[in-house]
């Protein structure tokens, strides 16, 4: 398998906005997730190769959205009013095989190398 790629991180203002993108082929399921050097990897949502999403309500609260490019290719997620809290190295995984816990991360088996996102206060 292809390793999914991320992009778009970077550093941004407490209300500020940014979008990831994340470019992978081949998934079933295609999940964003999160870290920092002292939380456990955290998942924010996923989306099918449907087109169908499921969010992590406490990490989202309605502020992140998940999204495909035409082709579905190209995934996108949307984050408006990031909070200091937010700040994470964030990753896309893909995995492929039948009943993917979507929020899971061990049931993701392809990892991309990640993208930083820093919001300053």
């Known amino acids: 398998q292809v390793q999914p790629v991320e992009s778009g991180g970077g550093s941004v203002q407490a209300g500020g906005s940014l979008t990831l993108s994340c470019v992978a082929s081949g998934y079933r399921w295609l999940g964003w997730f999160r870290q920092t050097p002292t939380k456990e990897r955290e998942a924010i949502a996923g989306i099918s190769d449907g087109g169908g999403t499921t969010v992590n309500e406490d990490v989202v609260r309605g502020r992140f959205t998940i999204s495909r490019g035409h082709g579905g290719n190209t995934v996108y997620l949307q984050m408006n009013d990031l909070k200091p809290e937010d700040t994470a190295m964030y990753y896309c995984?893909?995995?492929?095989?039948?009943?993917?816990?979507?929020?899971?991360?061990?049931?993701?088996?392809?990892w991309g190398q990640g993208t930083q996102v820093t919001v300053s206060s």
């Open positions: 995984a893909t995995a492929t095989g039948r009943g993917v816990r979507v929020l899971n991360p061990y049931d993701y088996t392809n």
